[in-house]
């Protein structure tokens, strides 16, 4: 569960950095934007490779990255960073 926050919280970010609401990201994947909601608070999170691949294209990054905050092997920031630990470590 807390993993689910963490990736939330990432994904969040990663759709606003697009310029998204959470209807337009719903409308591009064909989920409602209580699927988006529920994503993005940690009540669960998708995990199969289908939605992860059609939202990581959605929002132009990789699914490692959609999932671990990694980037081209950089860490957006050091928060970024301390989350990435707490997922692989928890």
């Given amino acids: ?9 990432h994904l969040a970010k990663l759709r606003k950095r697009k310029g998204l609401k959470q ?5 591009l994947l064909h989920y409602s934007d209580k699927n988006i909601s ?5 009540k ?8 992860l691949n ?3 294209n959605v929002l132009e990054v ?3 990255e959609l999932i671990y905050g990694f980037k ?3 860490i957006y920031d050091k928060n970024d ?6 997922t692989i470590f928890s």
Avoid: Q
Avoid at 38 to 42: F, H, P
Avoid at 44 to 51: A, E, G, H, L, N
Avoid at 81 to 86: A, D, E, R, S, W
């Fill in 1 to 9: 569960m807390e993993n689910d926050k963490l990736r939330g919280k």
């Fill in 23 to 27: 209807s337009d990201l719903a409308n």
């Fill in 38 to 42: 529920k994503w993005e608070t940690g």
């Fill in 44 to 51: 669960s999170f998708p995990s199969d490779p289908d939605i």
């Fill in 54 to 56: 059609n939202l990581a």
């Fill in 62 to 64: 990789s699914v490692e």
């Fill in 72 to 74: 081209d092997n950089e």
């Fill in 81 to 86: 960073y301390l989350n990435v630990l707490k």
